[in-house]
């Protein structure tokens, strides 16, 4: 009686079996949540992340921000200063003192670029501070450093 054949699959990383938690991070690239009232620097951040492999959310104000965080919950969050409603230092405090967005990294973007607006940047909880007008490049570098695409 003739034995009955079969195939063997293997792959590359065999032994090693994907969580779902790590296919969905490949199917759904991080989030970034863009903060800025000049919608013209929310554009340009927009698409230069975008085309680097981010999804992203924008806000013109720190309370739609600060309602995108709560219920969207970006991997990562860019922040001017200088907002209505709710401004960039106030906003970053807040998010940094709720425990469900506490993990949330934070970049501050703004024209104040003195090292006490730097230093005061960082006490509510900055990760990172870049000064306008800022290289699209470096913007991106800094958040690769913070949110690297690959996990």
């Known amino acids: 009686m003739p034995q009955p054949t079969t195939t063997e699959l293997t792959f590359s990383d065999a032994g090693m079996p994907w ?18 009232d000049d919608e013209t620097i929310r554009d340009l951040i927009a698409v230069k992340l975008r085309a680097a492999g981010y999804h992203t959310l924008e806000a013109g104000d720190g309370r739609t921000a600060m309602a995108l965080a709560v219920n969207e919950r970006p991997h990562l969050v860019l922040l001017d200063i200088s907002m209505p409603g709710l401004d960039g230092l106030g906003f970053c405090y807040e998010l940094h003192s709720s425990p469900q967005t506490a993990d949330i990294p934070v970049i501050i973007v703004s024209s104040r670029g003195t090292p006490a607006d730097v230093d005061l940047g960082h006490i509510v909880g900055a990760e990172d501070y870049v000064v306008k007008p800022f290289s699209p490049a470096e913007l991106l570098r800094r958040v690769q450093r913070l949110l690297p695409l690959d996990g």
């Not at 969580?19 to 800025?36: C, F, G, N, Q, R």
């Open 19 to 36: 969580a779902v938690e790590d296919w969905s991070a490949a199917l759904h690239p991080p989030t970034v949540l863009i903060a800025d």
